[in-house]
């Protein structure tokens, strides 16, 4: 029952962000799901036997895995290049780097997908 929890809990954390994004919702929730099953049995078997923390490890590191897959899914991720809303790329004359302009919510990203501002 606690493993069950500890990846409901992971799980609608990283969804709280996701919203919007029916592939990364999905992709997310279950990569926790399989995430806290497998943390579980490996924490069950290795190390103290602690199958708790090996769920919680395993909820939220599946979570994040399939929330990218999910997004990259969508093609609408902030930090993707294949996000339909990004702009052509620009230049930043003081930096010399490329950067997208999010059309949807006028943020910039360079071009490797880190944020630039908002």
């Known amino acids: 029952m606690r493993i069950a929890m500890i990846a409901l809990l ?11 994004y029916e592939n990364t919702t999905r992709d997310a929730t279950t990569g926790a799901l399989l995430g ?8 069950n078997n290795t190390g103290s ?14 979570a994040a895995g399939g929330a990218v897959v999910g997004c990259e899914k969508d093609g609408r991720c ?3 290049r294949n996000n339909s809303y990004q702009s052509q790329l620009y230049t930043d ?3 010399g780097r490329e950067y997208y302009v999010n059309q949807r ?3 910039t990203y360079w071009r490797n997908g880190e944020y630039r501002s908002c």
Do not use: M, N
């Open 49 to 62: 036997g602690d199958a708790t923390t090996g769920a919680a490890i395993g909820a939220a590191v599946g």
């Open 10 to 20: 992971s799980g609608s954390s990283v969804l709280a962000g996701c919203a919007g």
């Open 36 to 43: 806290a099953a497998a943390g579980a049995v490996i924490g």
């Open 93 to 95: 004359r003081r930096t």
């Open 78 to 80: 902030p930090w993707s």
């Open 105 to 107: 919510d006028g943020c």
